[in-house]
Protein backbone atom coordinates (compact mmCIF):
# COMPACT_ATOMS: atom_id res chain seq x y z
CA UNK A 1 0.00 0.00 0.00
CA UNK A 2 1.40 3.75 -1.03
CA UNK A 3 1.61 5.31 2.75
CA UNK A 4 -0.39 8.33 3.35
CA UNK A 5 1.14 11.27 5.04
CA UNK A 6 -0.81 11.83 8.67
CA UNK A 7 -0.25 15.61 8.62
CA UNK A 8 -2.06 16.72 11.51
CA UNK A 9 -3.82 14.89 15.02
CA UNK A 10 -4.60 15.50 18.47
CA UNK A 11 -6.57 13.79 21.12
CA UNK A 12 -8.43 15.06 24.29
CA UNK A 13 -8.98 12.44 27.14
CA UNK A 14 -8.99 12.28 30.86
CA UNK A 15 -5.33 12.67 30.47
CA UNK A 16 -5.64 16.30 29.22
CA UNK A 17 -6.49 18.21 25.91
CA UNK A 18 -4.22 17.59 23.26
CA UNK A 19 -1.08 15.91 22.29
CA UNK A 20 1.12 17.70 24.63
CA UNK A 21 -0.80 17.23 27.90
CA UNK A 22 -1.10 13.56 26.66
CA UNK A 23 2.12 13.45 26.45
CA UNK A 24 3.10 14.93 30.18
CA UNK A 25 0.42 12.20 31.36
CA UNK A 26 2.23 9.60 30.02
CA UNK A 27 5.74 10.46 30.63
CA UNK A 28 4.86 11.46 34.52
CA UNK A 29 2.86 8.35 34.59
CA UNK A 30 -0.36 10.50 35.82
CA UNK A 31 -3.30 8.89 35.28
CA UNK A 32 -6.48 10.72 34.38
CA UNK A 33 -9.04 8.35 36.12
CA UNK A 34 -11.48 8.83 39.15
CA UNK A 35 -14.31 7.36 41.39
CA UNK A 36 -17.46 7.67 39.33
CA UNK A 37 -19.22 11.15 39.91
CA UNK A 38 -20.90 10.81 36.69
CA UNK A 39 -24.46 8.82 37.01
CA UNK A 40 -27.12 10.34 38.86
CA UNK A 41 -27.75 6.01 39.97
CA UNK A 42 -24.37 5.06 42.56
CA UNK A 43 -22.29 2.64 40.35
CA UNK A 44 -19.03 1.69 41.81
CA UNK A 45 -16.67 2.15 39.23
CA UNK A 46 -13.77 4.36 38.23
CA UNK A 47 -14.25 6.38 34.91
CA UNK A 48 -11.96 8.82 32.82
CA UNK A 49 -14.04 11.91 32.43
CA UNK A 50 -12.95 15.00 30.37
CA UNK A 51 -14.00 18.36 33.02
CA UNK A 52 -15.59 21.15 31.89
CA UNK A 53 -17.93 20.16 28.89
CA UNK A 54 -20.99 21.01 31.10
CA UNK A 55 -19.99 24.48 30.55
CA UNK A 56 -18.54 24.27 27.35
CA UNK A 57 -22.04 24.88 24.71
CA UNK A 58 -21.10 24.90 20.79
CA UNK A 59 -21.09 28.08 19.27
CA UNK A 60 -24.46 29.11 18.60
CA UNK A 61 -24.22 28.24 14.93
CA UNK A 62 -24.30 24.82 15.88
CA UNK A 63 -26.87 24.32 18.87
CA UNK A 64 -29.06 22.37 17.24
CA UNK A 65 -26.75 19.74 17.96
CA UNK A 66 -25.38 20.73 21.12
CA UNK A 67 -24.84 17.87 23.37
CA UNK A 68 -22.31 16.24 25.28
CA UNK A 69 -20.26 13.54 22.71
CA UNK A 70 -20.28 17.01 19.88
CA UNK A 71 -18.83 19.76 22.79
CA UNK A 72 -16.40 16.81 23.27
CA UNK A 73 -16.02 16.79 19.61
CA UNK A 74 -15.61 20.44 19.37
CA UNK A 75 -12.90 20.72 22.04
CA UNK A 76 -11.35 17.66 20.40
CA UNK A 77 -11.11 19.51 17.11
CA UNK A 78 -10.06 22.77 18.40
CA UNK A 79 -6.70 21.38 19.88
CA UNK A 80 -2.92 21.21 18.23
CA UNK A 81 -4.19 23.59 15.76
CA UNK A 82 -5.96 20.80 13.70
CA UNK A 83 -8.77 22.90 12.76
CA UNK A 84 -7.19 25.17 11.13
CA UNK A 85 -5.04 22.83 9.48
CA UNK A 86 -8.50 20.80 8.59
CA UNK A 87 -10.04 23.98 6.78
CA UNK A 88 -7.11 24.50 5.06
CA UNK A 89 -7.20 21.13 3.62
CA UNK A 90 -10.65 21.57 2.44
CA UNK A 91 -9.51 24.99 0.99
CA UNK A 92 -6.38 22.86 -0.47
CA UNK A 93 -8.32 20.17 -2.12
CA UNK A 94 -11.62 21.70 -3.01
CA UNK A 95 -14.85 20.50 -0.34
CA UNK A 96 -16.14 17.80 -2.29
CA UNK A 97 -12.07 16.21 -2.47
CA UNK A 98 -11.90 15.82 1.49
CA UNK A 99 -13.59 13.20 3.31
CA UNK A 100 -15.23 12.45 6.89
CA UNK A 101 -14.85 9.25 8.58
CA UNK A 102 -15.67 9.05 12.34
CA UNK A 103 -15.72 6.19 14.63
CA UNK A 104 -18.36 6.22 17.51
CA UNK A 105 -20.12 3.50 19.50
CA UNK A 106 -22.92 5.65 20.99
CA UNK A 107 -22.70 8.89 19.57
CA UNK A 108 -25.07 11.50 21.22
CA UNK A 109 -27.33 8.88 22.55
CA UNK A 110 -26.56 10.91 26.02
CA UNK A 111 -28.63 13.30 24.90
CA UNK A 112 -31.48 11.45 23.88
CA UNK A 113 -31.37 10.02 27.45
CA UNK A 114 -31.87 13.74 28.58
CA UNK A 115 -34.88 14.01 26.35
CA UNK A 116 -36.49 11.23 27.69
CA UNK A 117 -35.96 12.52 31.14
CA UNK A 118 -37.07 16.04 30.54
CA UNK A 119 -39.98 15.69 28.33
CA UNK A 120 -42.65 18.24 28.27
CA UNK A 121 -45.68 18.21 29.96
CA UNK A 122 -47.41 17.11 26.76
CA UNK A 123 -44.87 14.00 26.69
CA UNK A 124 -43.05 15.87 23.65
CA UNK A 125 -39.18 16.28 23.39
CA UNK A 126 -38.32 20.05 25.00
CA UNK A 127 -37.20 22.21 21.73
CA UNK A 128 -33.40 21.43 22.78
CA UNK A 129 -33.56 18.01 22.08
CA UNK A 130 -35.79 18.40 18.33
CA UNK A 131 -33.08 18.10 16.05
CA UNK A 132 -33.09 14.75 14.60
CA UNK A 133 -29.98 13.82 13.88
CA UNK A 134 -29.11 14.52 17.53
CA UNK A 135 -31.13 11.10 17.93
CA UNK A 136 -28.80 9.41 14.97
CA UNK A 137 -25.57 7.52 15.32
CA UNK A 138 -24.37 10.08 12.23
CA UNK A 139 -24.99 13.57 14.25
CA UNK A 140 -20.92 13.50 14.94
CA UNK A 141 -20.45 13.01 11.39
CA UNK A 142 -22.42 15.71 10.52
CA UNK A 143 -21.41 17.84 12.99
CA UNK A 144 -17.64 17.64 12.02
CA UNK A 145 -18.93 18.16 8.38
CA UNK A 146 -20.92 21.76 9.41
CA UNK A 147 -17.84 22.72 11.09
CA UNK A 148 -15.51 22.14 8.33
CA UNK A 149 -17.40 23.14 5.50
CA UNK A 150 -16.39 19.64 3.76
CA UNK A 151 -18.97 17.93 0.91
CA UNK A 152 -16.77 15.05 0.18
CA UNK A 153 -17.89 11.18 1.49
CA UNK A 154 -18.40 10.96 4.75
CA UNK A 155 -19.06 7.85 6.86
CA UNK A 156 -19.71 6.77 10.56
CA UNK A 157 -18.06 3.49 11.51
CA UNK A 158 -19.74 2.20 14.66
CA UNK A 159 -17.79 -1.51 14.99
CA UNK A 160 -17.72 -0.86 19.39
CA UNK A 161 -13.99 -0.48 20.42
CA UNK A 162 -12.83 -0.69 16.96
CA UNK A 163 -14.37 2.20 15.63
CA UNK A 164 -12.32 4.71 15.43
CA UNK A 165 -9.05 2.18 14.02
CA UNK A 166 -10.90 1.04 11.26
CA UNK A 167 -11.74 4.51 9.73
CA UNK A 168 -7.60 4.63 8.57
CA UNK A 169 -8.35 1.89 6.67
CA UNK A 170 -11.48 3.05 5.37
CA UNK A 171 -10.31 6.64 4.50
CA UNK A 172 -7.26 4.81 2.58
CA UNK A 173 -9.75 2.97 0.55
CA UNK A 174 -11.77 5.88 -0.57
CA UNK A 175 -8.23 8.05 -0.91
CA UNK A 176 -6.58 5.21 -2.77
CA UNK A 177 -9.40 4.36 -5.19
CA UNK A 178 -9.73 8.14 -6.14
CA UNK A 179 -12.90 9.21 -4.24
CA UNK A 180 -10.68 11.46 -1.87
CA UNK A 181 -7.35 13.41 -1.88
CA UNK A 182 -7.67 13.83 1.62
CA UNK A 183 -9.57 12.70 4.95
CA UNK A 184 -10.22 13.71 8.00
CA UNK A 185 -10.46 10.39 10.35
CA UNK A 186 -10.97 10.13 14.23
CA UNK A 187 -13.79 9.37 16.99
CA UNK A 188 -15.47 10.25 19.71
CA UNK A 189 -17.54 8.56 22.53
CA UNK A 190 -19.04 10.17 25.42
CA UNK A 191 -19.83 8.55 29.24
CA UNK A 192 -23.60 8.11 29.30
CA UNK A 193 -26.06 5.74 31.64
CA UNK A 194 -26.30 3.32 28.52
CA UNK A 195 -23.06 2.99 28.33
CA UNK A 196 -22.02 2.16 31.92
CA UNK A 197 -24.90 0.49 33.10
CA UNK A 198 -24.81 -1.18 29.89
CA UNK A 199 -21.05 -2.36 30.60
CA UNK A 200 -21.68 -3.11 33.97
CA UNK A 201 -25.05 -5.40 33.40
CA UNK A 202 -22.09 -7.71 31.15
CA UNK A 203 -20.17 -8.01 34.17
CA UNK A 204 -17.00 -6.22 32.52
CA UNK A 205 -16.87 -2.58 35.09
CA UNK A 206 -13.93 -2.94 37.53
CA UNK A 207 -14.84 -1.05 40.73
CA UNK A 208 -10.99 -0.20 41.00
CA UNK A 209 -8.80 1.52 38.51
CA UNK A 210 -8.22 -0.39 35.76
CA UNK A 211 -5.11 -2.94 35.57
CA UNK A 212 -4.36 -4.05 32.14
CA UNK A 213 -2.66 -7.10 32.00
CA UNK A 214 -2.56 -7.51 35.58
CA UNK A 215 -3.51 -11.35 36.86
CA UNK A 216 -5.82 -9.60 39.19
CA UNK A 217 -7.48 -7.34 36.57
CA UNK A 218 -11.15 -7.67 36.75
CA UNK A 219 -12.76 -5.38 34.43
CA UNK A 220 -12.37 -1.52 32.53
CA UNK A 221 -12.72 1.31 33.69
CA UNK A 222 -14.74 3.55 30.71
CA UNK A 223 -13.73 6.69 29.56
CA UNK A 224 -14.28 9.91 27.16
CA UNK A 225 -12.13 11.04 24.42
CA UNK A 226 -12.24 12.86 21.00
CA UNK A 227 -9.03 11.85 18.11
CA UNK A 228 -8.53 12.86 15.03
CA UNK A 229 -5.86 12.74 12.35
CA UNK A 230 -5.27 14.23 8.80
CA UNK A 231 -4.21 12.03 6.32
CA UNK A 232 -3.40 13.02 2.52
CA UNK A 233 -1.18 11.77 -0.41
CA UNK A 234 2.38 11.75 0.03
CA UNK A 235 3.87 9.41 2.15
CA UNK A 236 6.83 11.99 3.06
CA UNK A 237 5.10 15.21 2.83
CA UNK A 238 6.90 17.64 5.26
CA UNK A 239 8.57 14.78 7.20
CA UNK A 240 5.18 13.79 8.79
CA UNK A 241 4.64 10.36 10.42
CA UNK A 242 3.13 7.79 7.95
CA UNK A 243 -0.01 5.16 7.78
CA UNK A 244 1.98 2.40 6.76
CA UNK A 245 -0.42 -0.49 6.59
CA UNK A 246 -3.80 -1.71 7.99
CA UNK A 247 -5.56 -4.46 8.70
CA UNK A 248 -9.44 -5.40 9.56
CA UNK A 249 -10.91 -8.92 10.03
CA UNK A 250 -14.38 -9.92 11.64
CA UNK A 251 -14.36 -13.43 13.06
CA UNK A 252 -17.73 -12.94 14.53
CA UNK A 253 -16.83 -15.65 17.18
CA UNK A 254 -19.52 -14.29 19.85
CA UNK A 255 -21.50 -10.77 20.07
CA UNK A 256 -18.87 -10.19 23.41
CA UNK A 257 -15.75 -12.37 23.80
CA UNK A 258 -13.01 -12.96 21.41
CA UNK A 259 -11.92 -15.91 20.16
CA UNK A 260 -10.13 -18.00 22.46
CA UNK A 261 -7.15 -17.96 20.36
CA UNK A 262 -7.27 -14.67 18.98
CA UNK A 263 -7.89 -15.95 15.31
CA UNK A 264 -9.23 -12.29 14.46
CA UNK A 265 -6.56 -10.55 15.75
CA UNK A 266 -4.14 -12.51 14.65
CA UNK A 267 -5.73 -11.66 10.79
CA UNK A 268 -5.88 -8.27 11.11
CA UNK A 269 -2.17 -8.12 12.65
CA UNK A 270 -1.56 -10.42 9.61
CA UNK A 271 -3.28 -7.73 7.23
CA UNK A 272 -1.29 -5.08 8.60
CA UNK A 273 2.27 -6.34 8.12
CA UNK A 274 1.32 -7.21 4.45
CA UNK A 275 0.05 -3.98 3.61
CA UNK A 276 3.47 -2.05 5.08
CA UNK A 277 5.50 -4.74 3.69
CA UNK A 278 6.64 -5.26 6.54
CA UNK A 279 7.58 -7.92 9.19
CA UNK A 280 6.85 -8.72 12.99
CA UNK A 281 10.51 -7.99 13.60
CA UNK A 282 10.37 -4.73 12.36
CA UNK A 283 7.53 -3.09 14.87
CA UNK A 284 9.60 -1.27 17.78
CA UNK A 285 6.24 -0.58 19.97
CA UNK A 286 2.56 -1.87 20.08
CA UNK A 287 0.17 0.00 21.76
CA UNK A 288 -2.17 -2.76 22.84
CA UNK A 289 -5.99 -2.63 22.73
CA UNK A 290 -5.27 -4.29 26.26
CA UNK A 291 -9.21 -3.57 28.29
CA UNK A 292 -8.37 -5.02 31.23
CA UNK A 293 -10.72 -7.62 31.32
CA UNK A 294 -9.98 -10.88 32.13
CA UNK A 295 -10.63 -12.94 28.23
CA UNK A 296 -9.39 -9.73 26.17
CA UNK A 297 -6.11 -9.37 27.66
CA UNK A 298 -5.14 -13.16 28.06
CA UNK A 299 -6.17 -13.57 23.85
CA UNK A 300 -4.10 -10.44 23.38
CA UNK A 301 -0.88 -11.61 25.47
CA UNK A 302 -0.51 -14.83 24.01
CA UNK A 303 -0.77 -13.34 20.07
CA UNK A 304 1.43 -11.34 20.67
CA UNK A 305 3.72 -13.37 22.73
CA UNK A 306 3.33 -15.96 19.74
CA UNK A 307 3.62 -13.59 16.81
CA UNK A 308 6.68 -10.89 17.96
CA UNK A 309 10.18 -10.98 19.20
CA UNK A 310 11.31 -10.70 22.61
CA UNK A 311 12.63 -7.33 22.05
CA UNK A 312 9.40 -5.59 21.01
CA UNK A 313 7.67 -3.44 23.22
CA UNK A 314 3.95 -3.46 24.20
CA UNK A 315 1.73 -1.74 26.67
CA UNK A 316 -1.84 -0.55 27.18
CA UNK A 317 -2.32 2.79 28.33
CA UNK A 318 -5.77 2.35 29.50
CA UNK A 319 -4.92 3.32 32.90
CA UNK A 320 -4.29 6.68 31.97
CA UNK A 321 -7.14 7.58 29.81
CA UNK A 322 -9.96 4.35 30.56
CA UNK A 323 -11.57 2.51 27.98
CA UNK A 324 -12.99 4.93 25.65
CA UNK A 325 -14.89 2.71 23.46
CA UNK A 326 -15.59 4.02 19.90
CA UNK A 327 -12.93 6.76 20.33
CA UNK A 328 -10.15 4.09 21.48
CA UNK A 329 -8.68 3.94 18.58
CA UNK A 330 -7.63 7.17 17.52
CA UNK A 331 -6.62 7.97 21.09
CA UNK A 332 -4.14 4.64 20.94
CA UNK A 333 -3.61 5.59 17.30
CA UNK A 334 -1.90 9.60 18.50
CA UNK A 335 -0.30 7.30 21.83
CA UNK A 336 1.57 5.60 19.02
CA UNK A 337 2.11 8.82 16.85
CA UNK A 338 3.84 10.10 20.42
CA UNK A 339 5.70 7.17 20.87
CA UNK A 340 7.48 7.91 17.04
CA UNK A 341 7.89 11.36 17.22
CA UNK A 342 9.06 11.74 21.16
CA UNK A 343 11.32 8.83 21.39
CA UNK A 344 9.53 7.01 24.46
CA UNK A 345 7.83 3.89 25.02
CA UNK A 346 4.41 4.33 27.68
CA UNK A 347 4.64 1.36 29.89
CA UNK A 348 1.44 -0.29 31.70
CA UNK A 349 -0.31 1.85 34.50
CA UNK A 350 -1.29 -0.18 37.18
CA UNK A 351 0.15 -3.54 36.43
CA UNK A 352 1.86 -4.85 38.68
CA UNK A 353 1.99 -8.51 38.36
CA UNK A 354 1.66 -9.48 34.83
CA UNK A 355 -0.67 -12.22 33.44
CA UNK A 356 1.67 -15.46 32.92
CA UNK A 357 0.37 -15.68 29.49
CA UNK A 358 2.31 -11.94 28.95
CA UNK A 359 5.53 -12.69 27.17
CA UNK A 360 8.86 -10.30 27.41
CA UNK A 361 7.22 -7.78 25.16
CA UNK A 362 5.54 -6.33 27.88
CA UNK A 363 6.78 -3.19 29.44
CA UNK A 364 5.72 -2.06 32.67
CA UNK A 365 7.67 1.08 33.21
CA UNK A 366 7.74 4.03 30.94
CA UNK A 367 11.10 2.83 28.55
CA UNK A 368 12.94 5.54 26.38
CA UNK A 369 13.57 4.33 22.89
CA UNK A 370 13.02 5.34 19.10
CA UNK A 371 11.06 2.96 17.61
CA UNK A 372 10.59 3.62 14.00
CA UNK A 373 7.60 1.61 13.63
CA UNK A 374 4.33 1.21 15.97
CA UNK A 375 1.59 -0.74 15.43
CA UNK A 376 -1.90 0.02 16.91
CA UNK A 377 -4.56 -2.96 17.87
CA UNK A 378 -7.82 -2.57 18.50
CA UNK A 379 -10.93 -5.27 19.14
CA UNK A 380 -14.15 -4.73 19.42
CA UNK A 381 -17.57 -6.66 20.54
CA UNK A 382 -18.91 -9.00 17.52
CA UNK A 383 -15.09 -9.98 16.62
CA UNK A 384 -14.44 -6.56 14.80
CA UNK A 385 -10.71 -5.86 14.91
CA UNK A 386 -8.49 -3.86 13.51
CA UNK A 387 -4.45 -3.19 13.11
CA UNK A 388 -2.76 -0.13 12.13
CA UNK A 389 0.53 0.67 11.30
CA UNK A 390 2.76 3.84 11.39
CA UNK A 391 6.08 4.82 10.31
CA UNK A 392 8.25 7.65 11.91
CA UNK A 393 7.97 10.79 9.76
CA UNK A 394 11.25 11.00 7.22
CA UNK A 395 11.71 7.09 7.52
CA UNK A 396 13.47 5.86 4.06
Known sequence: MPPLAVTAHTATSA?????????????????????????????ECWIGRVDGLEQAPLPAGYASLDCRNNRLAWAGLTQDGFLE???????????????????????SIGATEEGYRELADDGVFLPAYRDFVLHTPHSLVTFVQRVLGARGPACTVATACSSSAKVFAQAERLIRLGWADAAVVGGVDTLCD?????????????????????????????????????LERGGNAAGAAQLLGWGESSDAHHMSSPHPQGRGARQAIAGALQRAGLDAADIGYINLHGTATPANDAVEAAV????????????????????????????EAVACLIAL????????????????????????DNEAAAPQVALSSSFGFGGNNAALIFGRGGRA
Open 304 to 331: VADLFPAQTRASSTKGWTGHTLGAAGIV
Open 341 to 364: EQGFIPGTLNCSEPDPLCGPQLAL
Open 85 to 107: QALAAVQRYGAGRVAIVLGTSTA
Open 15 to 43: AGRGVAALSAALRERRSGLRRNDFTRTAL
Open 194 to 230: SVLFGFNALQLVSPQPCRPFDAGRNGISIGEAAGFAL
